[in-house]
């Protein structure tokens, strides 16, 4: 039974850090596509950034550019993301996701490709 499980997620200032931790089960993350997406209240849920499975080719959206990176650990079968200048808009539910294409995708970012998701962890940036 695949699992995933995020972490990492609280409150910070903006200007401030965060790095969100996805673990899978059943599966192993590192031959997947692995995204992280977001979705604040009343509004549809956003691709953050993304890993490809084989080269580890990423993708992320043009709000994050500069200030997320994601990243996997092998040795421990998780995806991070590490996001940093956070800023009020950043404010959400994450959620991690795997796709389950047996190829690379160039466009890893839309909702309606991924399989499996994690429940979420909050993220609130304020003052």
């Known amino acids: 039974q695949v699992q995933l499980v995020e972490s990492g997620g609280g409150s910070v200032q903006p200007g401030g850090s965060l790095r969100l931790s996805c673990g899978g089960s059943g599966i192993t993350l590192d031959h997947q596509i692995i995204g992280w997406f977001r979705q604040a209240p009343g509004k549809e849920r956003e691709g953050v950034s993304c890993i490809n499975r084989g080269d580890g080719w990423t993708a992320d959206a043009d709000s994050v550019k500069g200030r997320f990176t994601i990243s996997r650990d092998r040795t421990k079968n998780t995806v991070y993301l590490q996001m940093t200048s956070l800023n009020p808009e950043d404010t959400a539910v994450y959620y991690c996701?795997?796709?389950?294409?047996?190829?690379?995708?160039?466009?890893?970012?839309?909702?309606?490709?991924?399989?499996?998701w994690g429940q979420g962890t909050q993220v609130t940036v304020s003052s």
């Open positions: 996701a795997v796709d389950l294409s047996p190829f690379p995708r160039r466009s890893c970012l839309l909702p309606r490709q991924y399989d499996y």
